[in-house]
């Protein structure tokens, strides 16, 4: 909680509530859109189902030395930043599942970690064997 640490900046902070509180709807929408995706499409791919739960945990607004804007702003990033790392692992799981060719090297890119095994990009020979010899 940096912003307590500058109270000079209290009224930057309440200036931006509409922004940040204005996504709050976006995800809400989001979330409802990646689980009808996840439950549809992983289980046409025959993927396992990622457990929500390892991922989204909302626990700081039992804290009883907290105000109560603090425990919103608990509840607001435990949902959103737990939402986000959930649509990860399912975007990651697709990307496995319909790619797996890593991006083009590039020092200013940050490779996520499920693309650790990916096919490097341009490597036709390691294409070939990891997937083309399976059709035959």
């Known amino acids: 909680m940096d912003f307590k640490k500058y109270p000079e900046r209290e009224f930057t902070s309440i200036f931006t509530i ?3 509180w204005g996504m709050f709807i976006f995800f809400i929408i989001f979330d409802i859109a990646l689980e009808i995706y996840h439950q549809i499409c992983f289980r046409l791919f025959k993927l396992p189902l990622v457990d929500r739960k390892k991922y989204i945990k909302i626990d700081r607004h039992k804290l009883n ?4 804007p603090d425990k919103l702003r608990c509840v607001y990033c435990g949902y959103v930043n737990g939402l986000l790392a959930y649509a990860e692992k399912i975007t990651g799981d697709t990307e496995k599942y319909w790619c797996a060719i890593k991006h083009e090297k590039d020092d200013n890119f940050v490779e996520p970690a499920h693309q650790r095994d990916f096919v490097e990009f341009g490597d ?9 010899n399976v059709k035959k």
């Open 18 to 20: 509409p922004f940040i």
């Open 124 to 132: 036709e020979a390691e294409f070939v064997t990891k997937f083309e």
């Open 65 to 68: 030395y907290l105000s109560f």
